[in-house]
């Protein structure tokens, strides 16, 4: 689903403010033109949006106050966890992904954060450790139910928007007073209301002269000398100061002095590359050889396809 242009179905700003109601014009112009000037989302209020898209006020509010209204739930396996997924249905969708596009288009993230950012990939963040001697890894435990409507409130009145506009958004992409799984919307607004860890981290990383990258709720340190234990406790110092608490079963440390391989991200990263982890390489080798022989059933060509192109994408990341 493709995201509709920043003032949808409007050809110019002009036009957009002209629809609205006078009084409401009146009242709501100055914000609507701030917004708009930043190439963000230009809702003010819930008429604004309602104008946007040609909804009813009545619908609108529906949208930001029932929001179970919209969604249809299921649950799939990730592995041995069983994780349900909340899917908004058309009409909210269509908003969210129109909201979350632009956001992301119109905001600026540190250049350790990779994850939802256009044009980076989790192969990114992993290039960005190579040469290291060391990984130390930390995951942020259930990352998009811990964002609770509040803090995406918040973090969007620091980019520009009223408190009432902000909130009126917050509902929108939230479901049950947290952020939705399986919003369109979501990955951005994460890394939103990320934004002040992510500086954070980012000093912590300068201070002791390492590597870091974040994508989504996986944040990888690396470094060249030896591992100082200070650092893992100055970031759980940061976390416990936030909204988020840590994962301590998934915490990853790798000494590759010790003879011990790099993990970063699902990678292995090398001094001058990143590589699958060898059993992936044996089955994309396996792989290529049942399609070059015409050993694989039509179903299973589709999956067998996407792993040899996903070994290549990794290829080309050593390329560049």
């Given at each position: 689903m493709n995201a509709a242009p920043l003032l949808v179905s409007f050809h110019s700003f002009q036009k957009f403010l002209a629809a609205?109601?006078?009084?409401?014009r009146e009242n709501y112009q100055q914000e609507i033109e701030e917004l708009f000037l930043q190439q963000l989302p230009p809702v003010a209020s819930e008429t604004c949006l309602a104008v946007l898209f040609g909804y009813s006020l009545d619908f609108v509010y529906a949208l930001s106050k029932k929001q179970h209204k919209f969604y249809r739930s299921f649950k799939i396996q990730?592995?041995?966890?069983?994780?349900?997924?909340?899917?908004?249905?058309?009409?909210?969708?269509?908003v969210q992904k129109w909201f979350g596009t632009h956001l992301s288009s119109a905001i600026s993230f540190e250049p350790h954060v990779c994850g939802f950012v256009?044009?980076?990939?989790?192969?990114?963040?992993?290039?960005?450790?190579?040469?290291?001697?060391?990984?130390?890894?930390?995951?942020?435990?259930?990352?998009?139910?811990?964002?609770?409507?509040l803090k995406i409130s918040d973090s969007l009145e620091t980019i520009g928007y009223s408190k009432e506009s902000a909130t009126l958004l917050a509902?929108?992409?939230?479901?049950?007073?947290?952020?939705?799984?399986?919003?369109?919307?979501s990955p951005v607004i994460s890394n939103l209301v990320m934004k002040d860890i992510d500086r954070q981290i980012k000093e912590l990383a300068d201070q002791y002269e390492l590597q870091v990258s974040r994508y989504a709720d996986d944040i990888v340190f690396s470094g060249k000398n030896v591992f100082n234990e200070d650092i893992s406790h100055e970031i759980e110092s940061i976390f416990e100061a936030s909204p988020f608490s840590l994962n301590?079963?998934?915490?990853?440390?790798?000494?590759?002095?010790?003879?011990?391989?790099?993990?970063?991200?699902?990678?292995?990263?090398?001094?001058?590359?990143?590589?699958?982890?060898k059993g992936y390489?044996?089955?994309i080798r396996a792989y290529r050889h049942m399609v070059e022989k015409g050993k694989v059933s039509e179903d299973d060509m589709?999956?067998?396809?996407?792993?040899?192109?996903?070994?290549?994408?990794?290829?080309?990341?050593?390329?560049?």
């Open positions: 609205l109601p006078e009084k409401h990730q592995g041995k966890k069983v994780r349900t997924i909340h899917s908004p249905r058309v009409a909210l969708k269509v256009k044009g980076k990939s989790f192969a990114d963040a992993a290039i960005i450790h190579q040469g290291a001697r060391w990984v130390y890894s930390v995951d942020i435990e259930d990352f998009f139910p811990a964002i609770t409507i509902n929108i992409c939230s479901l049950n007073f947290r952020l939705a799984q399986g919003s369109p919307a301590k079963n998934k915490t990853y440390f790798s000494d590759s002095e010790k003879g011990q391989r790099l993990k970063v991200h699902g990678l292995l990263v090398k001094e001058n590359k990143v590589t699958l982890t390489r044996n089955k589709p999956k067998l396809k996407g792993h040899l192109k996903f070994a290549e994408f990794i290829e080309r990341k050593n390329q560049v």
